[in-house]
């Protein structure tokens, strides 16, 4: 009999609209492939909230050295303040442009430029690698309200300008039933912002269900709320998920 996982994803990221990344399919397929009945459910949602702060900012390239984007909510961010602007045409196209992880880079890709950093997985090592590659300037940093402070905090300390601009909000769902009202066998995080989500859903309690995270950071918030994680997936990727899943059997 095949278990059950259940995706706890955002309901609208960008990288739904990456050409040739359908995200939540790839995701379920992957799953699927390697013996898992899967379901994806959406807990998060986003609001591109002054854009015209925004856009004051990004019209002036000559100011900063490059950008720094640590998800695809960023890059669907600065896309939308420049909505009449042709691919690639923004003044950004010989910045640098920072980026942490394959779907993030996607998203600058599907836009027309190319992207520093794809390799790395988590903020640290982002700032390692924007430490090597910056030669000087401030680095202008697209981030959600629920950035953590770790990548500004480790450039900070190594001298590195940066300037921080809110791009987008995180909203929670709340979750009244389990899908078709039974408890799947797993349930994964993407971010603790999912977990959040699923904390004020007293209704779906996580007794008697295994835990996978996506990521250490995610990892780390499901143990700080007293819960067991039985597999982790150290990149951002279905196949880094699945082969976790199965090493958990």
């Known amino acids: 009999m095949r278990n059950t996982v259940l995706l706890l994803r955002s309901g609208d990221e960008s990288s739904e609209n ?9 995701w379920e397929k992957a799953l699927n492939d390697a013996g898992f009945d899967t379901q994806t459910l959406p807990v998060l949602t986003f609001e591109y909230t002054g854009q015209d702060v925004l856009y ?28 009449e602007t042709g691919i690639g045409k923004t003044g950004w196209e010989n910045k640098t442009l920072f980026t942490v992880g394959p779907r993030t880079a996607a998203a600058i890709r599907s836009l027309g430029y190319e992207p520093e950093g794809e390799h790395t997985g988590s903020a640290e090592q982002l700032a390692a690698y924007i430490l090597k590659r910056h030669t000087g300037g401030t680095l202008l940093f697209l981030c959600g309200d629920r950035r953590r402070d770790v990548l500004p905090s480790l450039l900070r300390e190594a001298g590195i300008r940066t300037k921080e601009v809110v791009a987008y909000r995180t909203r929670l769902r709340t979750l009244h039933v389990w899908p078709g009202d039974k408890k799947p066998d797993w349930v994964v995080f993407f971010s603790p912002s999912c977990l959040e989500a699923m904390l004020k859903s007293p209704e779906t309690s996580l007794e008697d269900i295994s835990i996978a995270a996506i990521g250490s950071v995610t990892a780390e918030a499901v143990r700080n709320h007293g819960f067991r994680v039985r597999a982790t997936a150290h990149e951002p990727t279905p196949g880094a998920l699945a082969l976790a899943l199965q090493g958990a059997h």
């Open 18 to 26: 990456i050409p040739g990344q359908e995200a939540s399919c790839a």
């Open 56 to 83: 004051n900012l990004l019209k002036h390239p000559d100011r900063y050295a490059g950008l720094i984007f640590t998800s695809p909510r960023a890059v669907e961010a600065f896309s939308r303040a420049f909505p």
